[in-house]
């Protein structure tokens, strides 16, 4: 990856000319930053607010990036890094020309949901037995599933298009392709304030076979099946017709902003893909209902109604014994959309504060809907790590300290493409601000197994 | 990253026409290109044969990649990424505008070693504690660490370099920058076939703290130190003056051929770096000695040794008993050479044979003995693999299976940029060719905790 943004398509050449298809490139970025200007006004914010302000252009260079493998082709990869391997000297050998099985496996790529626009995680096996006594460089093999990922993809597409293109581009005696795709919760702001919502993401296993491996021999598959000690390919789940994405299994559908719907749609036109193609149709929607749950004026209404069941003073818990003690509240879960990347974000909120008493049940319960409330918005994680603890002190006194722990989404399909790295921000308020001690303590309650990541 | 080869450095216009600084990155890939040429021809290897012909240009271009950080400016990645965080609304707050602390964690990384010239990793966890309202986007943390990391580096500059640019760039309160460093072992032939040298690869932890971080309040990195839960900056070992690099510790030096040593002088110039700056000064004929350790000549004649106390009959073992079983020889370590790319890859060997007895201690000796034998050379996974099972049956009888399961250096350093990814290969004889159920009886046999990863 270049590791500095902007290299791969705003090219502008030293005498001020631009190559034709850059203009297009060009035309396509600006119509795309025109829909989501669309979507955050629709949201009701103000796109001219300094976190906003570049916003549609990070979203529309994400997109473009992430989709880039409709541009790519699988010739141009394979093409060179076919090796001929023929083998132990003659007469040493008695293996013959063909070889044996090749997999790589653990290969991390994302890809964008064609049902709900957003990104999934994929963990990629890939496995193929050479013939014609050539072997592939291993790493074509994440070239050629990579041109896949980065288009509008179910799992099971994604895995019989890469096994296609890997079968036709490297003639091998048979591919095998195992992909664990993971999709992150479409999180519904009703039920998680309710507690109903908690499960964090989607998981599917699915599995493609061609050449050898097309016509069912589970001997054939067997060699590589017991190379991946850890998956139970038994389990695998995404053999159904039923789609995979959270998106359908929620059945409420809230007024529909037509205005943002068409954005969507629009921004799949210049993306290169076919809005009208069967699996797209209902995309739009479904994304502009994602993007509402993150729309802030709905949410505050929730939490309004919360505020009202609470007495400030009952919680302040400052009175009976002078030996205040480090109380927590761990593991909260939250859901976030990143302001900057329009991306989810999300993970757990760890809350200590000083009292003489325990939180009731209700007061947890008011806890993660304070998380909520400023979790459903656009956000960046450090305001809403400031902002749960300002509004907690208003509940459990001044001596706070919120840690909040996420995976942001940007990290793995935005420019670094950053897999596995995870962000931690704490604020601090109150006694915490001058006692390193006790922020220590607090922090050493956190479990090594916190659930994020 | 871009998904395709060759975007980046050879851009060619339409018209034909080159710009300036492109005509000398050719120039200067060209004589890295000569370079690896003569390091070949060091080795006594074929420049010509059909794995070795792009692999000049394969290592100049993984260099000028893996070195880009040379060209990159910290500014123009940080610029237009900090954003102002002024807290919740007047009024309701009580944090102040100073941010509490933020840390990315786990975010992979490689560098090359100034003191070897080989790929080394870093898990890399960046902190920072914001100031002036501003808060910096998370990727930006990481693109400002690769620009460091992609230049000849040794751990502790790395992170102090990190950290003083992150402190110029952002300007907050403090930074601490914590990396955790591993680099490949440096595997010595004779040592390896004695079974003394066992070592895959050296750590160490360096940490570099900035701004409030600077003068030694370990209150102040106590937070950042919790947030690291499983790190114990106490193992902090990366403080003294030695250095780290395994090259420095292997004190038999061999005859240096010196048109190797002033190739890979050559190729640090190349690179942009002072091939005269003392840490570099010995690097060349340290990298030279590794690369020396792949000269196949040299290990055929310890094979040939090794081979002469065989008793083949002693071996076969196919007399006593008409019921034969399936023995198995596990994770046998190697070390190799991958021809494409001069970078190694390593990891473990399995085997598995038909007999009615076990391999005594010799044998096993001497199983390891071949796979060092075909390891240190120029190599791809795939032959390696046949050749052991191909060498194996002259020794144990001709129903063999061989797993190799191997980490790759350049699926890390190279082009896609892959850590965590492995590769798995199978080679068959005899029995095992027709028998799927004996495969899968020993792939089975593989312990999950296999030491590979």
Chains 1, 2 share one sequence.
């Not at 359908?248 to 529909?256: A, L, N």
């Not at 954005?263 to 699996?279: F, M």
């Not at 999300?346 to 209700?362: L, R």
Request: proline letters at 4%; charged letters at 20%; hydrophobic letters at 35%.
């Amino acid at each position: 990856m270049g590791a500095l943004d902007g290299g791969r398509y705003n090219v502008k050449l030293k005498n001020g000319v631009k190559l034709g298809s850059e203009i297009e490139r060009e035309e396509q970025t600006l119509a795309i930053e025109d829909a989501v200007k669309v979507l955050l006004q629709g949201l009701g914010e103000d796109v001219n607010r300094e976190g906003l302000r570049k916003t549609p252009h990070r979203v529309a260079k994400a997109l473009r990036e992430g989709t880039r493998g409709y541009k790519q082709k699988v010739k141009d990869i394979v093409q060179g890094a076919l090796f001929p391997e023929a083998g132990l000297e003659s007469g040493v050998g008695h293996a013959g020309g063909e070889g044996g099985p090749v997999m790589v496996r653990d290969l991390d790529l994302f890809s964008y949901c064609e049902s709900c626009l957003l990104p999934f995680q994929v963990k990629c096996h890939l496995g193929y037995v050479p013939s014609g006594r050539r072997v592939v460089g291993l790493s074509k093999l994440y070239r050629v599933a990579d041109v896949f990922a980065k288009r509008l993809q179910a799992p099971q597409r994604l895995a019989d298009e890469v096994c296609l293109a890997l079968q036709h581009g490297i003639k091998p005696k048979g591919v095998v392709v195992i992909l664990q795709c993971s999709h992150i919760h479409f999180p519904n702001i009703d039920s998680a304030l309710h507690g109903s919502d908690q499960q964090r993401s989607v998981q599917v296993l699915v599995t493609s076979g061609s050449g050898i491996f097309d016509s069912g021999k589970p001997d054939e598959w067997g060699d590589f099946l017991c190379l991946l000690r850890n998956i139970d390919i038994k389990h695998c789940n995404g053999l159904n017709d039923k789609c995979w994405c959270p998106s359908h299994s929620s059945t409420k559908v809230g007024p529909t902003n037509s205005g943002m719907v068409t954005a969507v749609a629009s921004i799949i036109d210049s993306l290169g893909e076919d809005p009208l193609r069967n699996e797209l149709l209902g995309t739009p929607a479904r994304f502009v209902k994602w993007l509402t749950n993150f729309k802030s004026s709905n949410v505050e209404m929730k939490l309004n109604g919360f505020a009202h069941t609470v007495d400030p003073v009952k919680c302040n818990g400052s009175v009976s014994h002078p030996e205040h003690r480090i109380y927590t509240e761990l593991n909260l879960p939250f859901w976030s959309q990143c302001e900057h990347h329009l991306l989810p974000f999300h993970g757990v909120v760890h809350i200590g504060y000083y009292s003489n008493k325990g939180v009731d049940p209700m007061e947890k319960t008011l806890l993660q809907s304070v998380v909520h409330f400023h979790g459903f918005k656009l956000q960046v994680q450090e305001r809403l790590t400031r902002q749960i603890a300002e509004t907690v002190s208003l509940l459990l006194g001044r001596d706070i300290m919120v840690v909040v722990e996420a995976i942001h989404t940007c990290m793995m399909s935005r420019g670094i493409e950053k897999c596995g790295s995870n962000t931690a921000t704490i604020a601090v308020l109150g006694r915490f601000l001058t006692d390193p001690a006790a922020r220590a303590n607090f922090l050493q309650s956190i479990p090594d197994s916190s659930t994020v990541g």
